[in-house]
């Protein structure tokens, strides 16, 4: 069983989560791209074993540094976007005139690969077309899916890397996932991947 809060700050309102496993407590915090009072409160405690990036925009990962300080978790992403964590253009903070605290990719991941979580098991789906390497994370009932799927819509594709036609091929790609999941999306609320196969514009025969 998984538990999963959602912490959501920084000038985009961008979400956290902490997902924990409830068996052996281990938890995994996704896309930090805030340091705040909540966040620093949240993880007390914690037995944070890594730290999952969806993808390197500064949105995401600019509290990255900061919680790998405090819990010494390592960061997860896809290998195909480990350059945004160092490249400013592709990160956006310098159209921001931000400047990111650095941090280092601790594993490089693969599409279709198996990461876990205490007793719990995910896959890493390649998501391209926000970014070219994002990527979702999909456990037996969840889906933390970043920018490629949000309630209602999806990731803005005209950024660096950004591709209509493989954001229309990633979601596809979700679509096909077998059965249901909760969704928990880079930005607003949470969802039903059933509800999007039906609500979702983007997830439709006309876009796809």
Same mark, same amino acid.
């Given at each position: 069983?998984?538990?999963?809060?959602?912490?959501?700050?920084?000038?985009?309102?961008?979400?956290?989560?902490?997902?924990?496993? $409830? +068996?052996?407590? #281990?938890? /995994?915090?996704?896309? *930090?791209?805030?340091?705040?009072?909540?966040? !620093?409160?949240? %993880?007390?405690?914690?037995?944070?074993?890594?730290?999952?990036?969806?993808?390197?925009?500064?949105?995401?990962?600019?509290? $990255? +540094?900061?919680? #790998?300080? /405090?819990?010494?978790? *390592?960061?997860?992403?896809?290998?195909?976007? !480990?350059?945004? %964590?160092?490249?400013?253009?592709?990160?956006?903070?310098?159209?921001?005139?931000?400047?990111?605290?650095?941090?280092?990719?601790?594993?490089?991941? #693969?599409?279709?690969?198996?990461?876990?979580?205490?007793?719990?098991?995910?896959?890493?789906?390649?998501?391209?077309?926000?970014?070219?390497?994002?990527?979702?994370?999909?456990?037996?009932?969840?889906?933390?899916?970043?920018?490629?799927?949000?309630?209602?819509?999806?990731?803005?594709?005209?950024?660096?890397?950004?591709?209509?036609?493989?954001?229309?091929?990633?979601?596809?790609?979700?679509?096909?996932?077998?059965?249901?999941?909760?969704?928990?999306?880079?930005?607003?609320?949470?969802?039903?991947?059933?509800?999007?196969?039906?609500?979702?514009?983007?997830?439709?025969?006309?876009?796809?």
């Amino acid at each position: 069983m998984l538990t999963v809060q959602r912490i959501c700050g920084g000038m985009l309102q961008t979400n956290c989560y902490l997902v924990t496993d $409830a +068996a052996t407590g #281990q938890t /995994a915090v996704v896309d *930090p791209g805030f340091w705040n009072f909540q966040l !620093e409160t949240a %993880l007390e405690g914690k037995n944070v074993r890594a730290i999952w990036l969806t993808h390197g925009h500064f949105d995401h990962i600019s509290g $990255a +540094a900061q919680v #790998q300080k /405090a819990t010494g978790a *390592p960061v997860y992403l896809h290998q195909d976007e !480990e350059s945004f %964590l160092t490249d400013v253009n592709l990160n956006l903070s310098a159209m921001m005139g931000m400047r990111l605290p650095p941090v280092e990719a601790g594993k490089l991941l #693969q599409d279709g690969e198996t990461i876990f979580l205490g007793e719990s098991q995910f896959q890493v789906l390649h998501t391209p077309g926000h970014t070219a390497g994002g990527c979702c994370y999909v456990g037996e009932e969840i889906l933390f899916s970043g920018d490629t799927l949000m309630e209602g819509s999806v990731g803005r594709t005209d950024f660096p890397t950004g591709n209509w036609a493989q954001l229309s091929a990633s979601l596809e790609r979700l679509r096909q996932i077998p059965g249901d999941r909760e969704v928990y999306p880079g930005h607003g609320s949470s969802t039903t991947l059933a509800r999007e196969r039906k609500i979702n514009p983007y997830m439709g025969d006309t876009y796809l």
